[in-house]
């Protein structure tokens, strides 16, 4: 929507809670008294209480992202979250906004590869208002032509500001195309340009009648609320919905069997800081088998997030190669997560020498294993950060959402602080190995463009300035 | 269907029609009384006559091709391909081709990108009973959930035989992947394998009643036959069939502008001789600017086609680096074609070196022009597999419905010859710079695995032995 969020990785989000309802006081997570509830039209509700300030999160979550989009329609889902403030019979274009401001509040959406959400932050007495809003434009959005092409051009210049004219956002976009050989993850959330270029009303309409159904959402109530009331409350504005169509199936093309280690090479005249970027196609939280998941997590952290991360204490500080270098896990998807690493040369060292002792630290690392002090540190950080999210109601209700959408339950974010203290340096070693093999790679090199650029360019080369890595994701 | 039919070039199939029509003997092409039609239902109708002997060749094609496909559908044009001959009320399962077959006939069918078309070779007394069956199955076809379970069976049985089974394969489908993008030419036709799982009777009904109408078909009718009789015979079987569906919108994504270039690095054990081979993205015949196609045909067979081409010359007799090389220009699709370039190292040569030598011969190339007794040479040899590719009904027909189903014209195949004997040494060349940038490329190694394999493979290394090169298309 109007101020776009980024996702940031299930790490944060799942701490947060789980601090919260965590192992580690698992009677205050009863306390708290997160209930599940079912309409009888299939939508879902969840509710947790969060007596702090008298305030509610209010959130819609459809169960369809830009992962599920028809051929050709790239960026479908962004655009009808849009227009999905366009407005209806009832509430005009705009008003919705208008009308949660009145009340001293705050409203936004978002779009990912798996689901897109509606949210109001507002005094808890006008949660029964945000619901009847959104449960209008659940089923009542009206669209006029113009509508759809002011909004286009919007969606068009937005694409334009943060990817085509971001050579690291491209860098990233492409690399994600390289990355996924078939599954649409490959694809970015806005959509390829020339896919937005033909979005119409029609598309849109015939997405939200698919999708926007009360038995493929999900509502989300954090706040200083309790389960009963909020039910109530529910039933009054989401119980009388229509499913008006039957619940979606979503059709994703798995990856076939990773063969071959790809490579993008990009140059560009607006690079200051030359970048390589290696991503590997791992398993994510929701069909990890158990534990693995968190092992990645772990590794991931231990070997290099942050400065004290061994990547980072190797290169950077220790051989002076690098001026920067990290890594992540990102396991908050549906099908698929990725384990990324990348680095900047230091001025007058070649990506070649970088590539080369980034590939060696690698190799060590996945042969010899991770000391185990790193490995405790690692987990610990990653509680502690969680410690810190733990603040955001915001937070704690898009985890919520964010779970359920994907395949994950309230249980496995329960479980998610207790199984990260329980990774081993031979468990977070043993997953990053089943993960980063060569064949299940890309590797990317952004670098600045040389005017005599020529068909050997698919090889590293060229020296390197400093700067910080490209760490997006496509939305 | 059960033998499958590769689709060469546009080159000799645009060649045999030219030779036969062309501007050699202008006369001639006029004498051939080739004929276009359009039904009332807007079913097109070419006829071509051809006196030699007693027989015809009948063909439907479908302006539906495996580019056309939904999302998570892959595999769905090849798939109905096979089905269309499980029967309908009249002509029960396999009945088709028996009655073909009981006349003395021989039936088939295939799929490309852009289109689907099946076909019949038989005695020209036969025409009306061909043309009965195809009508008959264009609209009434029937399904049972037996016939899908069987042929989804036999369809994977075929992609494992054909690619998984096959490294040279795997190899081209991977490197396809990565030379596009965005655009559906990146999926293979036979499908992603998870996706062929996947592929219901629901789906290829949908698919079937979507393509198969009359106003989405074009007959071609080649053989010993008049135009007149050919017309009065279609109207009276295809005549009557009705539009079931409003003729369906091709929505294909166009390529974003190229940015990176690519790299594909696979090892496989059963690899016995390594190849590289580099690909660009390039114009196709429909969509080309005046000529430059047929510049980019006659720099490719200039350059790569052949023992006698500079590039052969070049690393294979001259300097022995190469056991083979050679390179291709595909311009026979909708949306894009292909120029490409392989080679495989002879023994002892690293494949660093062999990649090194292509790419300056490639700049020299590119940079100082091709001589002009290469590019004569050339567009003569062309015109003369042209020549050869005319004895053939069957690939007159083909070439025929190939063009109007990818949106070049009779026309344009009438042209054809002239303009390649008008391309010069400057335009093959100019035309090629254009296509032949490192951003509009992947690079791709095919390499006998190593028990080392590590981290680093992506890079060009290890020694070589000696082998013909991959050059098939997906289908």
């Not at 759809?148 to 971001?166: A, L, S």
Request: glycine share 6%; hydrophobic share 45%.
């Amino acid at each position: 929507m109007r101020h776009r969020i980024l996702i940031s990785g299930l790490l944060a989000l799942a701490a947060a809670l789980t601090v919260l309802l965590g192992p580690r006081d698992p009677a205050r997570a009863l306390d708290l008294k997160a209930k599940e509830y079912e309409l009888r039209n299939g939508l879902k509700l969840v509710v947790i209480p969060d007596h702090r300030a008298p305030v509610v999160t209010h959130m819609v979550w459809y169960r369809v992202g830009a992962a599920d989009e028809p051929a050709g329609k790239s960026g479908l889902t962004h655009f009808l979250e849009h227009l999905m403030f366009k407005g209806t019979d009832k509430v005009p274009a705009g008003e919705f906004t208008r009308i949660v401001k009145r009340h001293g509040g705050q409203d936004n959406a978002f779009t990912t590869a798996d689901n897109t959400a509606y949210f109001q932050r507002i005094a808890k007495e006008n949660l029964g208002l945000v619901m009847r809003l959104e449960a209008d434009r659940m089923q009542n959005l009206k669209l006029t032509s113009k509508d759809v092409e002011t909004e286009r051009e919007v969606i068009k210049e937005e694409r334009r500001m943060r990817t085509e004219n971001n050579p690291r956002a491209l860098f990233a976009e492409r690399l994600n195309a390289a990355l996924f050989v078939a599954h649409p993850y490959r694809r970015p959330i806005v959509g390829w340009m020339d896919d937005v270029r033909r979005l119409r009303l029609s598309d849109a309409m015939a997405f939200y009648r698919k999708y926007y159904t009360p038995a493929n959402a999900i509502v989300v109530v954090a706040g200083d609320v309790e389960p009963g009331e909020v039910l109530k409350l529910a039933e009054k504005h989401y119980g009388s919905l229509i499913n008006t169509a039957p619940k979606a199936e979503r059709v994703r093309t798995r990856e076939p069997r990773p063969l071959a280690a790809r490579r993008v090479v990009m140059r560009d005249a607006r690079v200051k800081a030359p970048i390589i970027q290696r991503m590997y196609v791992a398993p994510a939280y929701p069909r990890a088998k158990k534990g693995e998941a968190h092992a990645l997590e772990v590794f991931a952290q231990a070997f290099g997030e942050g400065a004290t991360s061994l990547l980072y204490r190797r290169l950077v500080v220790g051989e002076r190669i690098a001026t920067w270098a990290g890594a992540w896990y990102d396991g908050n998807n549906r099908d698929y997560g990725t384990i990324g690493i990348y680095a900047t040369p230091a001025p007058g060292v070649s990506m070649e020498r970088l590539e080369a002792r980034l590939d060696a630290l690698i190799g060590e690392v996945l042969e010899k294993g991770l000391p185990e002090k790193d490995v405790k540190r690692a987990a610990n950080a990653l509680v502690a950060e969680a410690t810190y999210a733990l603040d955001s109601q915001f937070y704690l209700a898009r985890m919520v959402g964010d779970a359920l959408t994907t395949g994950s339950s309230l249980a496995d974010i329960r479980e998610w602080e207790a199984r990260i203290l329980k990774v081993t340096p031979e468990r977070a070693v043993a997953a990053a190995r089943a993960v980063m093999r060569p064949e299940n790679s890309v590797t990317g090199l952004l670098l600045k463009a040389e005017p005599s650029a020529n068909a050997a360019d698919a090889r590293a080369k060229g020296p390197a300035a400093a700067g910080k890595p490209a760490r997006e994701k496509a939305e």
